[in-house]
């Protein structure tokens, strides 16, 4: 499995940047995709994620601001972050879930490498 990520970047606060994440060794459209993010001296957490059904989930403080889309055919995870906030300055990583109805035996989660994405103020 492995998951490559890719977009990060300098931007100003207000401005946007798109994050890629592109998958191989996995069956892409069934599994859960997600971005999370690091910040300096704070613990990982998760920013959004999407189901193989398109179901999404976004935290607190990404919402109205981010969206998570799949392109199952290009086998690629988006993160589209507009709006973005000084405090939105952090290394994000994309990571990897089975399917909940997968058997236990098959069932596993990766992560990518990150990529910085710095806010200026």
């Known amino acids: 499995v492995q998951l490559q990520a890719s977009g990060g970047g300098l931007v100003q606060a207000g401005g946007s940047l798109r994050l890629s994440c592109t998958a191989s060794?996995?069956?892409?459209?069934?599994?859960?995709m997600g971005w999370y993010r690091q910040a300096p001296g704070k613990q990982r957490e998760l920013v959004a994620r999407?189901?193989?059904?398109?179901?999404?989930n976004y935290a607190d403080s990404v919402k109205g601001r981010f969206t998570i889309p799949r392109d199952n055919a290009k086998i690629t995870l988006h993160l589209q972050m507009n709006g973005l906030k000084p405090e939105d300055t952090a290394v994000y990583y994309c990571?990897?879930?089975?399917?909940?109805?997968?058997?236990?035996?098959?069932?596993?989660?990766?992560w990518g490498q990150g990529t910085l994405v710095t806010v200026s103020s």
């Open positions: 990571y990897t879930k089975t399917p909940d109805y997968y058997p236990l035996r098959n069932s596993f989660d990766a």
């Open positions: 060794g996995i069956t892409f459209s069934r599994h859960h």
């Open positions: 999407i189901s193989g059904g398109g179901i999404t």
